[in-house]
């Protein structure tokens, strides 16, 4: 299969290979044949980083993936309210128990800003993410707010860090993203595993 690319990004998704608005309701082997079509099945040519992006949990997907492939790393994002946490919790654990490396905990929709008075309003609470890592042995490498530019960039399908690259929200992505690259890289000198995946 042939990746979607735009922006020097290319993507594939589960949301490909089904009709719109069809359910997704795969388990066990339904899921491992989907992850093979996704992984290898998939003319990715070569790439400086692969990111999958997971649900929250410990099910067949995850654990699926930790035995396929090699993974340099997993990175748990989260927002800061308890609930979400106690996922983010177990994913770091489950991945931490299978020998795979925790790149760090991202604070997603951090806090909001007003457009009108730039005071930040914490709407999930404050630091939750930040303090659940401490407390597991991790760092916090991005803290990613909830602003209206992100949501509009992706309705009309163009990233804040293209239509706003001098932007706090724009920073905030390139801070985040340079530190997944520093921690696969200090990895990769520990491990003498290479970052790049080439499926």
């Known amino acids: 299969m042939i990746p979607i690319e735009n922006y020097g990004v290319k993507c594939m998704s589960m949301g490909f290979l089904v009709e719109k608005d069809a359910p997704i309701v795969w388990r066990g082997p339904m899921v491992m044949s989907a992850l093979a079509k996704m992984t290898r099945g998939v003319d990715w040519g070569n790439l400086?980083?692969?990111?999958?992006?997971?649900?929250?949990?410990?099910?067949?997907?995850?654990?699926?993936?930790?035995?396929?492939?090699?993974?340099?790393?997993?990175?748990?994002?989260?927002?800061?309210?308890?609930?979400?946490?106690?996922?983010?919790?177990?994913?770091?654990?489950?991945?931490?128990?299978?020998?795979?490396?925790?790149?760090?905990?991202?604070?997603?929709?951090?806090?909001?800003?007003?457009?009108?008075?730039?005071?930040?309003?914490?709407?999930?609470?404050?630091?939750?993410?930040?303090?659940?890592?401490?407390?597991?042995?991790?760092?916090?490498?991005?803290?990613?707010?909830?602003?209206?530019?992100?949501?509009?960039?992706?309705?009309?399908?163009?990233?804040?860090?293209i239509s706003a690259p001098d932007s706090v929200i724009s920073k905030a992505y390139g801070d985040t993203a340079q530190n997944v690259v520093s921690k696969l890289e200090e990895l990769a000198k520990e491990q003498t595993l290479h970052p790049e995946i080439n499926l």
């Open 48 to 161: 400086d980083i692969l990111v999958v992006d997971m649900p929250p949990g410990t099910g067949d997907a995850q654990l699926t993936m930790t035995q396929n492939l090699q993974l340099s790393g997993a990175l748990i994002v989260s927002t800061p309210q308890d609930i979400a946490l106690m996922d983010a919790r177990r994913g770091a654990n489950m991945f931490s128990k299978v020998d795979v490396p925790i790149l760090g905990f991202v604070e997603n929709m951090s806090f909001f800003k007003c457009p009108h008075c730039g005071e930040p309003s914490f709407i999930f609470g404050k630091e939750g993410t930040r303090n659940a890592a401490a407390s597991m042995g991790y760092k916090l490498i991005g803290e990613i707010p909830l602003e209206v530019d992100i949501r509009k960039g992706s309705d009309e399908g163009v990233p804040v860090v």
